[in-house]
């Protein structure tokens, strides 16, 4: 396989656990001493990790909150994937359908939504959960994404969110 280099961006509402998620998957805190103080990701934080093939991948983690939504389009620029992350509990938020907004106005190629916290909900409600988002996305974006769900908490099927984001890379 040809190396590559690519870097992917989380977005999606406030507390739906990106800054954890990126945590889980590459083992680097991208929160700062304050922001962790308050539970909010301010600023773009930034972390990486390996494919597994010897090609490291930039992840980008960018502030869920509306008073921070130019911090999360200066992060969202040039990026090579990004995941929606949405949590089990809550779903679909305000916020998420912003990012998915800006996330399509801005020509990002590629979208993968991660539902985090599925250790949360019941299987039936993720299974509903799962279908009602690829309906959202599909309408908001006009694109069909992959959906992985997650729990970053206990790590549950990080494995598998790892694959998703090598093969859509």
């Given at each position: 396989m040809t190396p590559y280099r690519a870097v992917i961006g989380l977005a999606g509402h406030v507390?739906?656990?990106k800054t954890l998620l990126i945590k889980a998957l590459t083992g680097i805190t991208t929160a700062r001493a304050h922001e962790q103080a308050i539970?909010?990701?301010?600023d773009l934080g930034f972390a990486h990790f390996d494919d597994g093939q010897g090609n490291t991948i930039g992840v980008i983690d960018v502030p869920g909150h509306e008073r921070y939504i130019r911090n999360m389009v200066a992060g969202l620029w040039s990026l090579d994937l990004v995941l929606l992350v949405?949590?089990?509990?809550e779903g679909w938020m305000p916020m998420t359908g912003d990012h998915l907004r800006l996330l399509k106005a801005m020509g990002v190629p590629r979208l993968l939504v991660c539902i985090n916290k599925c250790d949360l909900v019941s299987p039936d409600e993720l299974l509903l959960l799962e279908e009602s988002l690829l309906e959202q996305v599909m309408d908001e974006s006009g694109?069909?994404?992959d959906i992985?769900?997650?729990?970053a908490k206990t790590g549950?099927?990080?494995?598998?969110l790892h694959t998703a984001i090598v093969r859509q890379l």
């Open positions: 507390d739906h656990g539970g909010m990701t301010q949405i949590a089990a509990d694109m069909v994404p992985v769900s997650v729990s549950a099927n990080m494995a598998t």
